[in-house]
C-alpha cells in the first residue's frame, strides 16, 4: 500500500545541507531518506522527506598500499563496489548488492560474509541539523558497532551525512572468513579475485534474498540476537543444532532467521505479508501489503520467538 510524504527534499549538492537545514529543517518533522531500503514507513508522513542525491568518487591519496576515497552520500552503494573492483581497491567487495547508498552505510554499519563497513571507514563528514554545525568524525568516534553507530545513537534523526571517506588496500587480499563463499568460489573453481568474490557474494544474496525492486522487503528486519554464553548453553540442550557465533564480552550472536524458522515462520503469508521462503529474516510485501500488515506479522514473529526460546528479537529496519 502506498503512503505519502507531505514534502519532498532533494538535495543535489552536498554545499546546500546548511542551507537546507536552515530553511527547512528547524521544524519538526523530517526524515533523512537514503535509498529507503531499510525503512518501513507504517503511515502518511506530515513533514519533510529529504533524500541526498549528490554523487561522486573522489581519490584523495594514493600510497603504494592503500588508497583514500571520499565518497558523497548520494552515491549507489553498489556504484562503489563497481568502481573499486574495476581499480583493485580491496576490502568491500564482500558488501556486494547492498541496497542503498554510500552516506546510509556507516548509520547501521552495514556488514555481510564477514565484514562490516567500518573496516575501511576512515572518517565521516556531515552537519548536525539540531547546531547547523559541520562534523568530521573519525572511526573510533563513529563508535561502530553490529549494527549500530552514533548515527543510530546520538545523532539519532539530528544529522546528515555528506561525505563518507574509505581506506581501502591495493594489496590483494580476502575475508573468506563465511563458509558459503569460501565454499561458493571452492565448487565453482574459480582462481581468487577481486571480480570473482564480488560475483559469488552477488550470487549467494540471489539465492537468498529477494530483489527489493521485485518484492518489497527491507533486507534483514531483525537483529540477530546477542546473548550471554550461559543462556546459549540452556538452550543448546533443547535445540542442539542452534547456530551461534562468538560476539564480544564473552557472548553469542544467534542467527535470528533460524530462530524464526524453528518458531514455524520460514515461508509463511498472513494476508499480504509474511517471510521469504529461502531467508525467514526478511519479511516481505507480496503485493499491496499495508504496513499494520508488515508490522502485525513482525509482531507475532517476536511473540512466537520469545515463548519458544525466551529472546526478544529487535528490530533492525528503521519504522516511521
Ligand atoms: N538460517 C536458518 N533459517 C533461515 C535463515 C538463516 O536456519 O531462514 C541459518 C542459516 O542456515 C545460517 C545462519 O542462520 O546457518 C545465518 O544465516 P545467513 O548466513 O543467511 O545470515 P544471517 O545471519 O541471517 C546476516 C545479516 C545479513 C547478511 C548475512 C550474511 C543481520 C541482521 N543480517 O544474516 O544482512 O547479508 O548475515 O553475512 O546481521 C541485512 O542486514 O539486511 C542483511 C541482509
Keep these: 500500500m502506498e503512503v505519502l510524504a507531505r514534502h519532498f527534499l532533494q538535495i543535489e549538492n552536498a554545499d546546500e545541507v546548511p542551507v537546507v537545514i536552515h530553511e527547512y529543517l528547524r521544524e519538526k518533522p523530517f526524515y533523512i531518506l537514503g535509498g529507503g531500503s531499510n525503512t518501513l514507513f507504517t503511515k502518511d508522513f506530515d513533514g519533510f522527506i529529504v533524500h541526498p542525491a549528490f554523487t561522486g568518487i573522489e581519490v584523495m591519496e594514493q600510497m603504494e598500499d592503500a588508497v583514500v576515497l571520499k565518497v558523497a552520500a548520494g552515491e549507489p552503494w553498489d556504484n562503489l563496489i563497481q568502481y573499486c573492483i574495476k581499480r583493485q581497491y580491496y576490502g568491500i567487495e564482500n558488501l556486494t548488492a547492498i541496497p542503498g547508498l554510500v552516506g546510509s552505510a556507516p548509520v547501521q554499519n552495514i556488514g555481510a560474509y564477514g565484514v562490516e563497513v567500518k573496516d575501511t571507514v576512515l572518517k565521516v563528514e556531515g552537519y548536525v541539523i539540531s547546531t547547523g554545525e559541520h562534523f568530521t568524525l573519525s572511526n573510533a568516534e563513529c563508535k561502530f558497532a553490529y549494527r549500530n553507530s552514533i548515527f543510530k545513537q546520538e545523532l539519532k534523526h539530528d544529522c546528515i551525512i555528506t561525505y ?58 531483525f537483529k540477530n540476537p546477542v546473548i550471554p554464553d550461559e543462556q546459549y ?87 516511521i
Design 164 to 221: 563518507v571517506w574509505f581506506q581501502l588496500s591495493r594489496i590483494k587480499h580476502f575475508t573468506l572468513s563465511y563458509q558459503g563463499l569460501a565454499k561458493a568460489l571452492e565448487e565453482r573453481e574459480l582462481p581468487l579475485s577481486l571480480h570473482n568474490v564480488s560475483d559469488c557474494v552477488r550470487k549467494i544474496r540471489d539465492a537468498k534474498l529477494p530483489d527489493p525492486a521485485i518484492v518489497g522487503n527491507g533486507g534483514s528486519f
Design 233 to 319: 548453553r540452556e538452550l543448546l540442550v533443547k535445540f542442539p543444532d542452534l547456530v551461534a557465533y562468538d560476539a564480544p564480552d564473552w557472548q553469542k550472536k544467534l542467527s535470528a532467521g533460524q530462530l524464526i524458522e524453528k518458531a514455524g515462520w520460514k515461508g509463511k503469508q498472513v494476508g499480504n505479508a509474511g517471510t521469504w521462503k529461502n531467508q525467514a529474516l526478511v519479511l516481505v510485501n507480496y503485493g499491496g501489503a499495508t504496513p499494520e500488515e508488515v508490522l502485525h506479522v513482525a509482531e507475532t514473529i517476536i511473540k512466537d520467538v520469545n515463548n519458544l526460546f525466551g529472546i526478544t528479537l529487535e528490530m533492525e529496519i528503521n519504522r
